[in-house]
Structures are given as structure tokens and as C-alpha cells.
């Protein structure tokens, strides 16, 4: 079921606040069940075939943190964990992976398996897998209810596309929350935001990018439409995943959960390091936890720091899918931050901002080419395109710029943090002005109405659209 669906809409999420509301807080078992139902039944509508898949995760990871959390011996404690982990990865790796292992090894005879991917397994793989660590490593405490375990790691808003939350951001929550009718009405506009972020730009990014990477290979994709194609794609990406978050984030504030961030606008970023700060924080971080730093982060040596991240990078564009475009994507990454790290990091803190930025960006559009394209050959004949190497009629990509300016202007300023920056400047106001006051407090829900109308009348009349990563 997409959030952005009328289905969703329309029908789920009032019968969910209706039920969950009609019972007062202090019945949080009662909420808690209301949402763990909805939950499941969310997930079985994208494969009601899967349930049994999440439902033996949530199994795995709830006697692995009851063994990591009673085992009165540390080897004992250990064995519940690796088992748990292994568990995990196993399930992981044979729904998502062995198709695309398979097929690689084809020419050994090995018969190539087709195994439909479950939607959202790499995120409540990796969340659930955080439970059991952190209380292995203390960080949580032990949940002796399943169903507080059930519902951490099915809990609907963010289950099939992140953010990916650790559970002692939400520990206390789970057990005892609430939320004033000031939460609900942030919750509700940031939710949505995310959904007009999502249908008025995201989409129609989309519909630039697919038309144009479906010409790779063809000579009609001339250098400036691949770079129409590219940065239409980087818009799409950013604004699709990121109003997931949104809409997550602001459903869990309507329900007393408070995630954290997962995107602090990274086109902005003036390194490729700082990027990744910023974007994907949740995945960025479970990595640097659970990976880099169990391996030794950079307290071992430079040759051990430099290992380190090529395994970060390279574990981080499998997760992303089972193709090597995503592999290759991946080690991309760790080859430009190795570089940036230990060549040009003095470099980048001497220049002005503004080459930081422009290099970042360059570094980030050509990684986005390698993401979207259905094979390495088809990125590398795109991104040979870009530097020359397509056609030579310029037509199209003129009609494009000319077409979807508005749009696009509307995608940039919406990568940039001028609705921070516009807040700012009115708090500063605030206690000297009741226009800012005004436009502070009343401001952002009467956009978001316009921007529900305007974004419900374009789900009326389009087409399926569902979330970039929701394949992952």
C-alpha cells in the first residue's frame, strides 16, 4: 500500500486514527495492539504471501535480544547474537540476493533461481538486526514482550522504506507516549509536504528521467539531454526518498513517535563526506555502528582505515540491490571518499565553498547515472553521452528545459533550506510583530492544505507511482 494512494489516504489512515484516539493513553496496550493490526495489515498488502517472512524476523530478533538479554554468560549472550545475525543475513540474502548470485555463476551449470523480492526486507532486516546488537552491547534494554517487539519492528510508517530506527530512539515510546493536538497538526503538515513533495515534484522529475534514460544507447540522447536526464534524476531521487521520510516522520509525530532525521539537505553539502551526512542519515549511521566501527574505524592504521571503507562501501551498494550497477555505485562512493579523505581533504577546506559544492555535485549527478541505469554498460554509454560521445540534436532537451522550467526551479529551491531559513527569520520577528507570529503558526497549514488539493487532483488523474525505494 503506498502513501500515496487514495486507498492509504482515503480509507486506512482515518480508520487508524479513529480506532487508535477513540481509546484514551493510558491504554497504550490497547493503541499499541491498533497499530501492531494496521501494521500487518499494511505490509500484506503489498504480498500477503510475505507476512510469514516478517513475521519469523520479528521471531528471530525477539529470542535474540530475550538471549542476549537473560544469557547469564557472555559466550552464551554472543552465540544468541550470531545466530540472530545470522539469521538475518541468511533470510536476506537468499530473498534478495540469490537470484542475482545465480545468475552470475551461470556459466558453472548452477540452475538460476527466481525469487521475488520481499517489499521493505532490507529495512526491517537491518532494524530488527540493531535491536538484538545494541542490547547485546547494552545500549537498549531487553524487551520482554513480543509484541513491543512486533510492533518496533513492523511499525508501519517506516517498515517498508526507512527511516531505519534504532530501537532506543523509540524504546520509552513504545511503552508510554502521547500526542498533543500540536503534534498531531506539525505531524500532519510535515506529512503532508511529503506527499505533495512527492506527487507535484518527485513524479514529475520521474517522467523526465525515465523518458530520457530510455534513450541510452540511441542517437537521439545528445550530451545536453543525458545532463537534462541526470540532474532530472537527482532531483527525483532526493525528493521521492525524502518525502518517504517526511511522511513517515510526520505520521509517527501524529502517533507520539519522534524519528530522527534522515536527510539534512545534502545537495547542499561541500563535500562528498559531508553528503553523506546528510543524506540517508539512518543507513549512513547503522553502517559507521554496526560495520565500520566493529571492524576497527580508523583506530588501526591508514592501509586498516582505507579496508575498512572500501568493505562499508561496498556492503552499502549491495544492500541498495542485487545488480552490479549498485555494487559498482557503491565502490564508486568508497573510491571518492578514500580519495577525498587522504588526497584532497586540506584541499577542499582551502577552496571557496562554492568548488566544494560544484565538485560535490558533479560527484554526486555521475553516481545517480551508475544508480539508475539497468547495467554498467548502459552507464557507461549514458555517462559518455554527457561528455560528448551521444547525438548531436539538441532539440529535445531544449523542449524539456523549456517545458518543465517551472518544475524544475521548484525541485531546486525545494533541495535547498529556504523553508528553514524563511522560519528563522520569522521567529526572530516574532515577538515584535503579529504578522510573523501569524505566519509562523498559520502559515505552513494553510500551504499545506493548498498543497493537499493540488497534490490529491494530480493522484486523481496519474498513473501508479510508487516510492524509488520501495525496490530495495
Known amino acids: 500500500m503506498l502513501f500515496s494512494s487514495s486507498t492509504f489516504l482515503l480509507f486506512f489512515l482515518p480508520a487508524l486514527f479513529i480506532l487508535y484516539y477513540v481509546f484514551p493513553k493510558k491504554l497504550i496496550y490497547v493503541r499499541n495492539l491498533i497499530l501492531l493490526s494496521f501494521s500487518i495489515v499494511f505490509y500484506a498488502f503489498g504480498g500477503v504471501r510475505f507476512l510469514f517472512l516478517l513475521l519469523a524476523s520479528i521471531l528471530v530478533n525477539y529470542l535474540g535480544g530475550l538471549g542476549c538479554g537473560l544469557a547469564p554468560k557472555k559466550s552464551v549472550k554472543k552465540l544468541f547474537l550470531v545466530l540472530a545475525v545470522a539469521v538475518n543475513l541468511g533470510l536476506l540474502a537468499y530473498f534478495k540476493y540469490a537470484g542475482f548470485f545465480t545468475e552470475t555463476l551461470a556459466f558453472t551449470g548452477i540452475p538460476i533461481l527466481k525469487v521475488t523480492l520481499p517489499i521493505g526486507i532490507s529495512f526491517f532486516t537491518f532494524q530488527g538486526m540493531s535491536y538484538v546488537i545494541d542490547v547485546y552491547r547494552g545500549d537498549a534494554g531487553m524487551q520482554p514482550d513480543p509484541l513491543k517487539v512486533a510492533l518496533y519492528v513492523s511499525l508501519f510508517p517506516q517498515l517498508v522504506a526507512g527511516p531505519i530506527v534504532r530501537y532506543s530512539t523509540v524504546e520509552k515510546e513504545i511503552s508510554a507516549r502521547s500526542a498533543t493536538i500540536a503534534d498531531v497538526s506539525r505531524g500532519l503538515t510535515r506529512f503532508i509536504l ?190 559518455g553521452a554527457m561528455f560528448g560521445a551521444g547525438g548531436r540534436d539538441v532539440r529535445e532537451s531544449v523542449y524539456y528545459l523549456i517545458e518543465y522550467l517551472p518544475e524544475f526551479i521548484l525541485c531546486i529551491v525545494a533541495c535547498l533550506p529556504v523553508k528553514r531559513k524563511i522560519e528563522v527569520l520569522l521567529e526572530k520577528r516574532v515577538d515584535k510583530s503579529g504578522l510573523a507570529r501569524a505566519a509562523l503558526e498559520i502559515g505552513p497549514k494553510v500551504f499545506a492544505f493548498l498543497v493537499f488539493v493540488l497534490s490529491y487532483l494530480k493522484l486523481a488523474t496519474g498513473s501508479f507511482n510508487p516510492f524509488i525505494y520501495f525496490q530495495f
Open 194 to 383: 511529503g506527499f505533495g513533495k512527492k506527487m507535484l515534484l518527485a513524479n514529475t522529475m520521474g517522467a523526465v528521467a525515465d523518458r530520457v534514460f530510455g534513450l541510452t544507447g540511441s542517437e537521439l540522447l545528445s550530451t545536453p539531454l543525458a545532463w537534462v536526464g541526470a540532474i532530472a534524476y537527482t532531483l527525483q531521487i532526493y525528493l521521492d526518498f525524502s518525502a518517504y521520510s517526511d511522511m513517515a516522520i510526520g505520521m509517527g509525530r501524529m502517533l507520539g513517535f519522534h524519528f530522527l532525521e534522515n536527510f539534512d539537505y545534502p545537495y547542499t553539502a561541500s563535500s562528498v563526506t559531508d553528503f553523506w551526512r546528510r543524506w540517508h542519515i539512518s543507513l549512513s549511521t547503522w553502517f559507521r555502528d554496526y560495520v565500520y566501527i566493529p571492524l576497527g574505524g580508523n583506530r588501526r592504521g591508514t592501509g586498516r582505515q582505507i579496508f575498512n571503507l572500501a568493505v562499508v562501501w561496498a556492503l552499502t551498494g549491495l544492500w541498495h540491490g542485487a545488480n552490479w550497477t549498485f555494487i559498482v555505485w557503491g565502490v564508486y562512493f568508497g573510491v571518492i571518499l578514500i580519495i577525498e579523505k587522504f588526497v584532497l581533504g586540506g584541499l577542499l577546506k582551502k577552496i571557496p565553498a562554492f568548488f566544494g559544492h560544484l565538485f560535490t555535485l558533479f560527484v554526486v549527478v555521475i553516481s545517480w547515472v551508475i544508480f539508475r541505469s539497468d547495467s554498467i554498460s548502459d552507464a557507461i554509454r549514458y555517462i
